[in-house]
């Protein structure tokens, strides 16, 4: 609900109704929040309760520059792609970024989005790089909802959102690092911070 949009930064997660509309005891649903408080998507205040996170623009510029370091390592480190069954990783998710285009499953879209950024990193071969990476995962999940939701309101529908990634791969393959470097660098920090 976070990830689609339906429930907005600073919206109160209430138990009782999130119970019901789950299907679900209180139980599990503590652990699921205590577990979105560690991930950085939703806050709990003492005696106020949980709501969704909201990011500054500190926050977004600093998960941002720090996955763009990160792109920008891996890609200086895996492209041209040595080991080309690396790149079934980053088709397999383009194809399910698509498919939930297709439906407008915009929580899936941006799971899936981060799972196409991540097989990227994971291009260079490089565990450490790959790990850091992952350690700003739910932050970087959160930046990219938000940025689809904004795309999406403003100037870009989702199967364009989906189609710039299929570009994104499309220079992968061809294998040039600096192509790839300039392309990564519309597509990503900057084109969320400046819409």
Not at 41 to 59: H, N, Y
Not at 137 to 160: F, G, K, P, S
Request: some cysteine; overall charge negative; proline content about 4%.
């Amino acid at each position: 609900m976070i990830l689609s949009g339906r429930l907005s930064p600073g919206d109160r997660l209430i138990e009782e109704r999130l119970t019901e509309e789950l299907g679900i005891s209180r139980p599990p649903l503590r652990e699921a929040l205590r577990l979105l408080q560690q991930e950085g998507l939703i806050e709990t205040r003492p005696r106020r309760g949980s709501v969704v996170a909201t990011l500054t623009d500190q926050d977004v510029f600093e998960i941002l520059t720090m996955r763009t370091a990160l792109e920008r390592l891996a890609v200086e480190l895996g492209v041209p792609v040595r080991e080309p069954e690396r790149l079934e990783t980053c088709r397999t998710a383009l194809a399910r970024m698509e498919a939930c285009a297709r439906v407008e499953d915009r929580a899936g879209l941006v799971t899936n989005a981060y799972a196409f950024h991540a097989s990227i990193v994971a291009l260079a071969g490089h565990r450490r790089l790959n790990e850091s990476y992952a350690a700003v995962q739910q932050q970087q999940i959160l930046c990219m909802a938000r940025n689809l939701y904004a795309r999406e309101h403003e100037y870009e529908d989702l199967v364009t959102h989906v189609a710039r990634h299929r570009h994104l791969l499309d220079v992968i393959e061809a294998g040039d690092p600096d192509a790839v470097l300039a392309e990564l660098a519309v597509h990503g920090e900057r084109s969320f911070l400046q819409r």
